[in-house]
């Protein structure tokens, strides 16, 4: 994301700890020579759904691009929204990535109409450029579903901590307003949605494991935790900043809708599998769209390591199962299969991660954290 934004002509500046940054806005755009840049997305959804928007905000020709499996996600919402805006996109009928835009530097806005059914980031990255089309933009949902709806909630309370003045006439209709955005100093909370593994090796195990600063209020969605891992049979308290979670080696079956943040399920999905009931987590059926296909993947593995788990239309059935076994537990270029392989792993022995250096992409300390958290060395 840093580099995207320097393409673009923003100052970023970190310091010696990379733990401020300081971000200084593109200059002039009026003054500027068209662009003619080329940004890697990695495999960072954010990066393919954010900036795009933002990009086309920038006289010139700017690609986008990523890694092989970045190429297999959708893009088509980010991508048709676009040229409903008025500016020129070739994707080459694929819908996805790579893809070019080419704009004047300015864009209209107004009403536009979006099936975000896939992604709630096809509505955050339109809302955060939003401000800076010349009418703002009334931006409406008309898709079937919209899953992680807090993300977009979190969207919009970033906006007006910014003076961006917003508002919400409808559950699925989202109005930003032109102006100016706001600099200022910003505290960036943990990824709570990190925190999940090492939450669930307290259930796993027993005993009690500590998460530090976590925050008293927040928009993310991994505050969910608390609540889905307390059916599951844990106990939280507080101590000062930190949350801490008790469990006693057993776990229990649960019946969830987790629409409101999918980055959740991998976690929960590797609970069940230890779980003395039966469980079914459903409302996300856009899992199909992350990093891999993560439904067919957690299921693929769940099975192939002996235990018993059925694909649904929008989620994942699971039946506890007493031939749970040691193996090879894929990745798929995914960091959220990874840390799921690492919480079965605590009780099936024998479970080998296949490559568990897709982690760097969210938390490249890990294994670190991990291997310290349990004692052991590796």
């Given amino acids: 994301m840093i580099e995207s934004l320097i393409k673009l002509g923003t100052q970023i500046n970190v310091s010696e700890r990379s733990d401020i940054l ?153 109005v930003v307003e032109p102006g100016p955005i706001n600099g200022g100093e910003v505290s960036i909370e943990p990824d709570l949605s990190n925190a999940g593994p090492f939450l669930a090796a307290a259930l796993v195990l027993g005993g009690s494991v500590t998460i530090g600063n976590w925050p008293e209020t927040t928009t993310q969605v991994g505050k969910h935790f608390v609540e889905i891992l ?42 069940a599998v230890l779980a003395d009931g039966p469980s079914r987590i459903t409302g996300i059926a856009h899992l199909r769209g992350h990093e891999t296909d993560r439904l067919a993947a957690l299921t693929n593995e769940i099975n192939n390591i002996g235990g018993k788990a059925a694909e649904l239309e929008d989620g994942i059935a699971i039946e506890p199962s007493n031939e749970l076994h040691g193996g090879i537990w894929g990745t798929y270029e995914d960091h959220r299969m990874a840390t799921a392989g690492a919480v079965i792993g605590l009780r099936v022995p024998g479970i080998t991660i296949e490559d568990v250096s897709v982690v760097s992409k969210t938390m490249p300390e890990f294994v670190s954290l991990w291997t310290g958290l349990l004692g052991t060395n590796s």
């Fill in 230 to 271: 307390t059916q599951m049979g844990a106990s939280f308290s507080r101590s000062g900043d930190d949350l801490v979670i008790t469990g006693n080696g057993t776990i229990k079956g649960i019946d969830i809708d987790l629409s409101i943040g999918g980055e959740l399920a991998p976690v929960v999905i590797a609970l």
């Fill in 22 to 174: 300081i971000v200084s806005p593109t200059t002039d755009i009026d003054s500027r020579a068209p662009l003619n840049a080329r940004i890697d997305c990695g495999l960072a959804g954010t990066v393919m759904r954010f900036v795009p928007p933002l990009a086309a905000l920038f006289a010139g020709e700017i690609t986008f691009d990523g890694d092989e499996a970045a190429r297999r996600r959708p893009m088509k919402t980010t991508i048709e929204s676009l040229r409903a805006l008025g500016v020129s996109v070739e994707d080459h009928g694929t819908g996805s990535l790579p893809f070019t835009i080419n704009s004047s530097g300015v864009i209209e806005g107004g009403y536009l109409e979006i099936d975000a059914s896939a992604s709630s980031q096809f509505v955050s990255g339109l809302l955060l450029a939003a401000p800076s089309f010349t009418k703002g933009l009334s931006l409406r949902h008309v898709g079937k579903d919209l899953p992680s709806l807090p993300h977009i909630e979190m969207t919009l309370e970033c906006l007006r901590q910014r003076g961006v003045q917003v508002s919400q006439p409808e559950e699925t209709l989202w």
